[in-house]
C-alpha cells in the first residue's frame, strides 16, 4: 500500500511477465550506462558573438 491513497505502484499496473518486462530485467544497464554517459556529458564550448540586425538596425 502506498502512502497517496490515489497512486498504485507501477509494478502493480506491469504485467512483470510480459517479454519486455522480462527483457528489461536481463539488460546490463549499468553497462549501457558507462557507454553512452560520454556521448551525453556537457561540454563547455565557447560562445560566438553574432550581430543582431532588427528594425532599426544592426546592434553589437
Not at 21 to 43: D, G, I, K, N, S
Request: aromatic share 8%.
Amino acid at each position: 500500500m502506498t502512502d497517496d491513497f490515489f497512486r498504485s505502484r507501477l509494478d502493480s499496473m506491469i504485467d512483470l511477465r510480459h517479454p519486455l518486462a522480462v527483457l528489461a530485467t536481463r539488460m546490463p544497464w549499468a553497462q549501457l550506462e558507462a557507454t553512452m554517459a560520454p556521448l551525453f556529458a556537457h561540454r563547455n564550448r565557447e560562445g560566438i558573438a553574432a550581430q543582431v540586425i532588427d528594425l532599426f538596425g544592426a546592434t553589437a
